[in-house]
């Protein structure tokens, strides 16, 4: 079942009596990269898996986002389905609306799974970086960047395996309007650093990195982990930024131990 909450497209998933997991996707993507675990666990939990603002069927508005006002957007989410402590299920830039949101308001959540993510703020070149980014979707479109952009998130072997998949996914991304992506940019461009907060952490963390992520790479997962009290570092194999999409069987497994231990 789909709902529109504060202008967001919110897939709701299995039994409202169930233990709430949120998942949060990542960037320039939509809930639909949560399908394998939408199957996987809606049978015994409730899956919320929504579009984050100015990317799938949301609403873009003036495109002037911030990652406080995506923790906006998902405290309304919680608030509106008078969620009880769900789980919190963020992938990169999904990651960061998560590690934001603990930061904010950890006593909502009871438990965090945190994939292919960084609690890092973007160095300088990082933000140059990110800045040229919206120069050259101003002058070429979204489009051209999105196709390498998306690409550059899977590993060579399953994109020779799934051609049609990944053409998929590019295909249904590169019709997002530019004025919702930028803002995600601006947003991930402007986002705090949540390194000082993991040490704070006091609720259950499953940590997933895909072993040849070069983009949220395996060590700076590792390392963000070691800080989180009593966190679980899962490494999936044969699989790069988008593990949870490249090697869903192996990070099902992974989230399904976590939570049989909660
Ligand atoms: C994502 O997958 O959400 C992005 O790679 C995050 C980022 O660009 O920092």
């Known amino acids: 079942m789909k709902k529109t909450i504060g202008g967001l497209s919110v897939l709701l998933e299995g039994n409202n009596k169930h233990k709430a997991i949120i998942f949060i996707h990542g960037f320039p993507y939509d809930h639909s990269m949560w399908q394998a675990q939408i199957d996987a666990f809606s049978e015994a939990y409730y899956c919320i898996a929504y579009d984050v603002r100015g990317l799938g069927n949301s609403s873009v508005g003036d495109g002037q986002f911030t ?40 006593a909502k959540f009871s438990a965090v799974i945190l994939c292919d993510t960084a609690s890092h703020a973007d160095n300088n070149e990082g933000k140059i970086n990110r800045s040229e980014i919206i120069q050259r979707i101003n002058a070429r479109g979204f489009p051209s960047f999105a196709k390498n952009f998306i690409a550059r998130c899977y590993g060579d072997v399953y994109k020779k395996a799934h051609k049609e998949e990944v053409a998929k996914r590019i ?66 194999k044969d699989s790069a930024h988008m593990s949870v999409v490249e090697n869903s069987t192996d990070a099902n497994e992974a989230i399904k131990a976590f939570l049989a231990k909660l």
């Open 67 to 106: 990652m406080e006002s995506f923790v906006d957007d998902l405290e309304r989410i919680i608030d509106e389905l008078q969620l009880e402590t769900p789980i919190i299920c963020g992938f990169s830039m999904g990651g960061y609306i998560t590690l934001r949101a603990l930061e904010r308001m950890e």
């Open 171 to 236: 295909a249904k991304s590169i019709k997002y309007n530019s004025i919702g992506v930028k803002g995600c940019i601006l947003a991930m461009i402007s986002r705090n650093d949540t390194t000082a907060y993991l040490s704070s952490i006091n609720i259950p963390t499953l940590v997933l990195c895909g072993e040849n992520d070069t983009i949220t790479p395996p060590d700076t997962m590792r390392a963000m982990a070691e800080k989180i009290k009593g966190a679980t570092f899962v490494l999936l």
